[in-house]
């Protein structure tokens, strides 16, 4: 059974950083792609980063991009997502995804999320 | 970056109703659509991949059709577990977007 767990996610003030964790079980973690998805409260869904299955590409939203870093380390089954310079626009519930394939991002499992909330 | 448009924003419909939610994309995404459906305080789920494929264990009541710019998800039967919030996404091209969500509400 796959499954994702999300963890990290804090109370932190503006300026603050965080690193989120995504500890991935049931399946070959290594031979997919991931990502990160948030949600802000009351809102939509917005895709923030994401990486191939090696860790070799990633890729980032706008919102994010020189602020946060995605990176995976395929030997202990975990995905990651360092968050620096945060803003209260930041806060938001933040899921880990998998996708289905090496590198395109089509998403077949969700983690249960884990929720970063930005306030002084 | 591609800008995906759901209509309607709300629906109300009833037990045994079946229903249709379109979304427009702003370019050709081929068929690089997906669909998800995600309820109060819960993660989302995985409906349809590749604009009409059903995930595993998907049941077939949810359909998906269109390719290039336009696409729709259809429900038939509408039980009280289908009510939720779906949202379409393209993955296509970075950056990933999503519609803004469809809100399906017990009338």
């Known amino acids: 059974e796959v499954q994702l767990l999300e963890s990290g996610g804090n109370l932190i003030e503006p300026g603050g950083s965080l690193t989120l964790s995504c500890a991935a079980s049931?399946?070959?973690?290594?031979?997919?792609?991931m990502s990160w998805v948030r949600q802000a409260p009351g809102k939509g869904l917005e895709w923030v980063s994401g990486?191939?299955?090696?860790?070799?590409?990633?890729y980032y939203a706008d919102s994010v991009k020189g602020r946060f870093t995605i990176s995976r380390d395929n030997s202990k089954n975990t995905l990651y997502l360092q968050m620096n310079s945060l803003t209260k626009d930041d806060t938001a519930v933040y899921y880990c995804?998998?996708?289905?394939?090496?590198?395109?991002?089509?998403?077949?499992?969700w983690g249960q999320g884990t929720l970063v909330t930005v306030s002084s | 970056d591609i800008q995906m448009t759901q209509s309607p924003s709300s629906l109300s419909a009833s037990v045994g109703d079946r229903v249709t939610i379109t979304c427009r994309a702003s370019?050709?995404?081929?068929?690089?659509l997906a669909w998800f459906q995600q309820k109060p305080g819960k993660a989302p789920k995985s409906l349809i991949f590749?604009?009409?494929s059903l995930q595993n264990g998907v049941p077939s009541k949810f359909s998906g059709s269109g390719s290039g710019t336009d696409f729709t998800l259809t429900i038939s039967s509408l039980q009280p577990e289908d009510f939720a919030t779906y949202y379409c996404?393209?993955?296509?091209?970075?950056?990933?977007?999503f519609g803004q969500g469809t809100k399906l509400e017990i009338k």
């Open positions: 995804a998998k996708a289905f394939s090496s590198w395109r991002q089509n998403f077949d499992y």
């Open positions: 049931g399946y070959r973690f290594s031979s997919y792609a």
């Open positions: 990486i191939t299955d090696s860790g070799r590409n990633t």
């Open positions: 370019q050709d995404i081929s068929t690089y």
């Open positions: 590749a604009a009409s």
């Open positions: 996404q393209q993955y296509n091209s970075f950056p990933l977007t």
